[in-house]
């Protein structure tokens, strides 16, 4: 079956420091990837995605690319900020209405 | 992307009681999905509700415990029966795109505190 793999968190980061969460995935075909993100006390907010190799999604400074070589989707932002302090979700989906896979969760912390 | 909101938005609940959760979205949509986040977790996938017919569990999910019904394309309710502290989670419905574009869209959650 399709899985998700996240670093553990939490991750704590002064501001304007750069920032990776890792995540990769296993998959059977060519699955759609995602990096959502909830802030204290709401919903899971889509933040970018990608849906085929080679994709970079981007959004608010983040990035990530859709490396199909090493099964991975890694988010990164150059320079975070106190309000980017959120739990982190990498997922997948195969398409066509099918089950989306979440990772864990990361939890980013921003220190002024 | 879809706009969807969820009601109520929190609720503490006695033991062996009963929730209806909410869920509209501000368009059609073929199918609608409901998650459970449980403190400091991921999300769980619960059941797919489909317009017109029954909803499909994920292992672990009865429907005598967690019913849900899809009247029509834009709306879905859960209900958490018989509910026990072990049910305190956040519950979460989401939307696929419309036309098929993979992306999940979620709601803004219900906290539930089961006493």
């Known amino acids: 079956g399709n899985s998700v793999t996240q670093m553990e968190g939490p991750v704590t980061l002064s501001e304007e420091a750069f920032l990776t969460i890792n995540c990769t995935y296993t998959?059977?075909?060519?699955?759609?990837l995602f990096w959502y993100v909830q802030y204290p006390g709401e919903g899971l907010q889509l933040l970018l995605k990608?849906?085929?190799?080679?994709d970079k999604g981007s959004n608010k400074g983040f990035e990530a690319t859709y490396r199909k070589e090493t099964t991975s989707f890694h988010l990164e932002k150059g320079s975070v900020q106190v309000s980017d302090s959120a739990v982190y979700f990498c997922?997948?989906?195969?398409?066509?209405?099918?089950?989306?896979?979440f990772g864990t969760g990361t939890k980013l912390q921003v220190i002024p | 992307s879809a706009v969807i909101s969820q009601k109520p938005s929190r609720d503490i609940c006695q033991r062996g009681t009963s929730l209806t959760i909410q869920c509209q979205v501000d368009s059609q949509v073929t199918m609608m999905f409901w998650y459970r986040q449980q403190p400091g977790q991921s999300l769980t996938l619960i059941a797919t509700a489909n317009q017109g017919s029954e909803a499909t569990y994920e292992s672990g999910f009865v429907i005598d415990k967690f019913p849900i019904s899809r009247p029509n394309l834009t709306f879905s309710t859960l209900t958490v029966s018989n509910m026990s502290p072990e049910d305190s989670s956040i519950y979460l419905c989401?939307?696929?795109?419309?036309?098929?574009?993979?992306?999940?869209?979620f709601g803004p959650g219900t906290r539930l505190t089961v006493l």
């Open positions: 990608a849906t085929k190799a080679d």
């Open positions: 998959a059977t075909g060519y699955p759609s």
């Open positions: 989401s939307v696929e795109d419309i036309g098929g574009s993979d992306t999940q869209y």
């Open positions: 997922a997948l989906s195969p398409g066509g209405y099918q089950k989306v896979t």
